[in-house]
């Protein structure tokens, strides 16, 4: 059964660091992208990114580029979403999702990891 | 912001059938494969339809999916209450970066 399994949910201050995860099973995570969707509070789905984790080709939104960082270590299966400093508008929920194709969709999504950030 | 277009809100009845539109352009629907997904309340999105009108295994024949041109449209037959949700659109666009787009959501409300 293939599972996408988040880190659990973070509070954090402005201006601090973060990293979150998300670990595959049940399918060879080198050979699916692994992307990152953002929801903010009562608002709509916005992609981030994504990443081969098979050869490490990352891809951005514009929106999120330079803003966020996309990794993935293959041998624990698991990609990481990080940011370097906080906002109060980095407060959502963020999704994982498993991208199947060249030009992916998304076939499996992860619980979801809530961050706060709030003073 | 979003460049793929939907209606905020749709409704219908037990039984009817509701259709849901989503309006890009040329570098998005008009080059690219459409994929919808269901969000049920207080829960993770999930991928409904694929490839314009594909549907993943498990997920019932009343949801189809269309494209023409720079449009697309998910229909929705025999609505049901737990069809309550909120549907999303989404397309590569390959303008000056290739990034993957959501449309702007649409709320199914089942009356």
Same mark, same amino acid.
């Given at each position: 059964e293939v599972q996408l399994v988040q880190s659990g949910a973070e509070v954090k201050k402005p201006g601090e660091s973060l990293k979150i995860s998300c670990k595959g099973s049940g399918y060879s995570f080198t050979s699916y992208w692994i992307g990152w969707v953002r929801q903010m509070p009562g608002k709509g789905l916005e992609w981030m990114g994504i990443i081969y984790p098979g050869d490490s080709d990352t891809r951005y939104s514009p929106s999120f580029q330079g803003q966020v960082t996309i990794s993935a270590d293959?041998?624990?299966?698991?990609?990481?979403?990080?940011?370097?400093?906080?906002k109060a508008s980095d407060t959502a929920m963020y999704y994982c999702v498993r991208g199947d194709g060249d030009s992916p969709f998304f076939d499996y999504w992860g619980q979801g990891t809530l961050v706060t950030v709030s003073s | 912001q979003s460049v793929l277009t939907q209606p905020p809100s749709a409704s219908g009845t037990p039984g009817q059938r509701v259709t849901i539109s989503c309006s890009g352009s040329s570098s998005n629907i008009g080059s690219n494969t459409v994929n919808w997904y269901q969000q049920?309340?207080?829960?993770a999105p999930k991928l409904l %339809?694929?490839?314009?009108? *594909?549907?993943? @295994?498990?997920?019932?024949?009343?949801?189809?999916? $269309?494209?023409?041109?720079? $449009? &697309?449209?998910? &229909? %929705? $037959?025999?609505? *049901?209450?737990?069809?309550? &949700?909120?549907?999303?659109? &989404?397309a590569?666009?390959? @303008?000056?970066n290739v990034y993957y787009v959501f449309g702007t959501g649409t709320k199914v409300t089942v009356l």
């Open positions: 293959k041998s624990i299966s698991t990609a990481y979403l990080q940011w370097s400093s906080l | 049920l309340p207080g829960t %339809i694929y490839s314009n009108n *594909q549907r993943p @295994s498990g997920v019932p024949d009343r949801f189809s999916g $269309s494209k023409s041109g720079t $449009s &697309a449209s998910l &229909a %929705i $037959s025999g609505l *049901q209450s737990e069809d309550e &949700a909120d549907y999303y659109c &989404a590569w666009d390959d @303008s000056l």
